[in-house]
């Protein structure tokens, strides 16, 4: 099995930036699907007055749906891969877009916040201890604020599993082999069978402290391969009526 993690991880994805996003717009629906999940946060005023972070934004997919889908709010951006970064902030945004090169513990401890509303794209399945990253969410959240998280997430379902391993063998680790990423394209294909399947993410979530937490699932091929969780972070009087 290949592992990549941290600082090796982060330094796969700077090599893979320079082709990611020509891979990525071979997979139907992907930015779709992005935007799905960005609309689920259900963002009142199209994001007037409010502060939302894009949390693992890679070359900025997720951040140009989390900006249609609110295109009034205004949005930290922010990725462990300068590569992945470099590309993002290469593209056309508006000025209150900003982009930083952070992981999810640095911006947690950085003093900023707290924000409106957190969008993760692709960030849990590819961290060590995803316990400590939710923890860190939720102090970057104001209490009431919403969390969505858009992850490769298996149903747990037997025929999922399979479709999953045929698509990566088929498709995504030659697509990777010949831009000469084949490693992090293995990884993919490992981090996503070895990850939480989706009951199994949806159950961390409440064990994080986080409140109505719910799962919906994607259209298209990727049904029962990639979810979108939703949960927001408890009010006081949430809290005290969880207690």
Same mark, same amino acid.
């Given at each position: 099995?290949?592992?990549?993690? %941290? $600082? ?5 994805? +700077? $090599? *893979?930036?320079?082709?990611? +996003? ?10 779709? +699907? ?15 007055? @409010?502060?939302? @972070? %894009?949390?693992? #934004? ?6 140009? *749906? ?5 295109? #009034? ?6 990725? !462990?891969?300068?590569?992945? @970064? ?17 992981? /999810? ?11 409106? /509303?957190?969008?993760? !794209? ?31 997430? @298996? ?12 698509? #990566?063998?088929? &498709? ?8 000469? %990423? ?30 109505? &937490? ?16 939703? /949960? ?8 005290? +009526?969880?207690?």
């Amino acid at each position: 099995m290949t592992q990549l993690r %941290d $600082h090796e991880l982060a330094r796969a994805f +700077d $090599h *893979a930036s320079r082709t990611y +996003d020509r891979l990525t717009a071979f997979n139907p629906g992907y930015r779709t +699907d992005l935007l799905r999940s960005a609309r689920r946060l259900r963002l009142p005023q199209a994001g007037t007055g @409010l502060h939302l @972070l %894009d949390l693992g #934004c890679g070359t900025g997919a997720s951040t140009r *749906a989390l900006l249609r889908a609110a295109p #009034c709010a205004r949005i930290t951006a922010v990725d !462990a891969s300068s590569g992945m @970064l470099r590309r993002a902030m290469a593209k056309s945004w508006p000025a209150r877009v900003r982009f930083q090169h952070r992981t /999810a513990e640095e911006i947690a401890t950085s003093g900023e916040g707290s924000y409106d /509303a957190v969008f993760a !794209a692709y960030l849990f399945r590819n961290v060590t201890d995803p316990d400590r990253i939710l923890t860190a969410v939720r102090s970057l959240l104001r209490p009431g604020g919403r969390l969505a998280v858009h992850e490769y997430s @298996l149903s747990g379902s037997a025929t999922h599993r399979a479709l999953w391993t045929a698509v #990566c063998h088929g &498709v995504i680790i030659p697509a990777g082999t010949l831009s000469g %990423d084949r490693a992090l394209y293995r990884y993919l294909w490992r981090s996503v069978l070895d990850f939480d399947t989706a009951p199994a993410f949806t159950s961390r979530l409440s064990d994080a402290g986080f409140a109505g &937490v719910r799962v919906a699932p994607v259209a298209g091929w990727q049904t029962g391969i990639v979810h979108t969780f939703l /949960a927001s972070n408890p009010t006081s009087t949430q809290a005290s +009526d969880a207690g």
